[in-house]
């Protein structure tokens, strides 16, 4: 098939190609008032995101970066899933980029000692809520975050997905 795309682990060859996909939707696509230097995870993604239960997998079109998700190790058995973004231009069922991104992330935590997966996400991403709750996530309180989970500025609606 000529339309595939590769999920595979995050290495720093990658790291230009994050940042830039993932500034971009932020800044351009959305309008969201967030820079780089409010993100220094995207820096060091390797130490932040790689340990533990943690990873960065990235989605790869020709060696093009056009989509990213991560699990963040918030301990007690529970990842945080962050930096989840796809290029528009392979968004839908052309090429199934973030269902391939998810699937390849949730198939890999389950093969660790984790229990529940937890997201925040912004208000102005409608799409990727349909999405979520297409794909098992169920809507949950800011209360019913666990203490550990890292709640960004822009997360105003959250999410929690239980790992079977």
Same mark, same amino acid.
């Given at each position: 098939?000529?339309?595939?795309?590769?999920?595979?682990?995050?290495?720093?060859?990658?790291?230009?190609?994050?940042?830039?996909?993932?500034?971009?939707?932020?800044?351009?696509?959305?309008?969201?008032?967030?820079?780089?230097?409010?993100?220094?995870?995207?820096?060091?993604?390797?130490? *932040?995101?790689?340990?533990?239960?943690?990873? *960065?997998?990235? %989605?790869?079109?020709?060696?093009?970066?056009?989509?990213?998700?991560?699990?963040?190790?918030?301990?007690?058995?529970?990842? %945080?899933?962050?930096?989840?973004?796809?290029?528009?231009?392979?968004?839908?069922?052309?090429?199934?980029? %973030?269902?391939?991104?998810?699937?390849? %992330?949730?198939?890999?935590?389950?093969?660790?000692?984790?229990?529940?997966?937890?997201?925040?996400?912004?208000?102005? *991403?409608?799409?990727?809520?349909?999405?979520?709750?297409?794909?098992?996530?169920?809507?949950?309180?800011?209360?019913?975050?666990?203490?550990?989970?890292?709640?960004?500025?822009?997360?105003?609606? *959250?999410?929690?997905?239980?790992?079977?």
């Amino acid at each position: 098939m000529v339309n595939t795309i590769n999920v595979e682990k995050y290495s720093s060859v990658h790291q230009k190609q994050v940042v830039d996909l993932i500034l971009q939707i932020q800044q351009q696509e959305y309008g969201i008032p967030i820079t780089l230097e409010d993100q220094p995870d995207l820096l060091t993604i390797e130490e *932040f995101y790689q340990k533990g239960n943690g990873n *960065f997998c990235v %989605a790869l079109y020709e060696k093009n970066v056009v989509g990213t998700i991560s699990f963040l190790d918030i301990e007690n058995h529970q990842l %945080a899933l962050r930096k989840m973004f796809v290029d528009k231009s392979y968004r839908g069922s052309t090429y199934n980029t %973030a269902s391939l991104l998810l699937h390849t %992330a949730i198939n890999w935590a389950k093969h660790r000692p984790v229990k529940e997966v937890y997201l925040g996400t912004t208000l102005q *991403f409608i799409a990727a809520h349909r999405f979520y709750e297409k794909n098992g996530f169920i809507s949950i309180e800011m209360n019913d975050l666990p203490e550990s989970f890292p709640v960004l500025q822009v997360d105003k609606k *959250f999410y929690k997905y239980g790992i079977e």
